[in-house]
């Protein structure tokens, strides 16, 4: 084992610990926690046919990009095999089921799960979907895994889920408001639930990242460094379609996304501020000179990529995805 991957073993060590304390701020009781039946129409219930009735009809008018977008989100939302795998995978934690590691890592997959459920039987029940399209690309994002840069190094891997986290309690949010604008005040609910799940997981990982940046400061900021440099891709960025390569659907997902403003470069950029902010880049003392180097990267990094992000213009490509129904 080298030096570096023992020292990040020691600090996961120091991690774990402060995981299994934290759980509970972090996560919610499963009995009392929010579930896909609470907001779904009740097929116990004699208005269950109406209820479904009502839904569709709200459904029908919500805009082609919003509809694509969400589509896409809850593709992501059930790529969650790869997330779970990705993150048992990270070197120099324990793997014992009453480790920190694992019992977050089980715990946040079950909350998680709700996202994907939830939104999969609305858009079942929507009829705006052809559900076959959905499920293939499903499947093929799942089965083509993922490459996001990280590796098994757990501090990029921290830095990653921060900022995802982040920029997806954005994008449902951003969802919930377009939904609420067109008239659908369910998937403004459901939207709204799945943002704030997001947002409560982005404050754990970037609290678990300070606590590595305050026992191992240099190679925690080397590493948010070299995640910078190749840049935070997303989770589906190998999203497909039927007949395509792998990633070809990806980026007409995000432009429609920048079009309705759900996730834009300027979110980037914000988010990456939001993380030097939050971890207190600019104040960190006894850095070595490749920690101060890598530093200096990431801190002029935020005004570099804004003026970029402002200059960029909305895609306008009109696309017609295999998904939905004319």
Known sequence: MSFFAEKRGEVMVHIEKYMLEMMDTYLKPIDTNWQPSDFLPDSTS??????????RENANDLSYDLVAVLIGDTITEEALPTYESWLAMVEGVSRREDGGWMRWNRHWTAEENRHG????KYLYLSGRVDMRQMEISTQYLIADGFDIGTGHDPYR??????????ATNISHRRVASLA????????????GVIASDEARHAKAYKDFMSKIFEVDPNEAMIAFEDMMRQKIVMPAH????????IGQTFGH??????????YTAIDYVEIMQQLIEEWKLDSMRDLNEAGEKARDYIMALPSRLLRVAERMKT????????????
């Open 238 to 245: 190998f999203l497909r379609e039927m007949g395509l390569k």
């Open 315 to 326: 895609p306008t490509m009109d696309y017609k995805f295999s998904w939905i129904h004319a």
């Open 180 to 191: 609420k604008k067109d008239g659908d005040t369910l998937l403004s609910k459901m939207c």
């Open 117 to 120: 459920d939830l939104l999969n």
């Open 157 to 166: 891997n921290f830095i990653y889920t921060s900022f995802q986290e982040l």
């Open 253 to 262: 997902f995000t432009d429609a996304a920048q079009r309705l403003g759900v």
């Open 46 to 55: 004699d208005t269950f046919f109406q209820d479904i009735k009502v839904l």
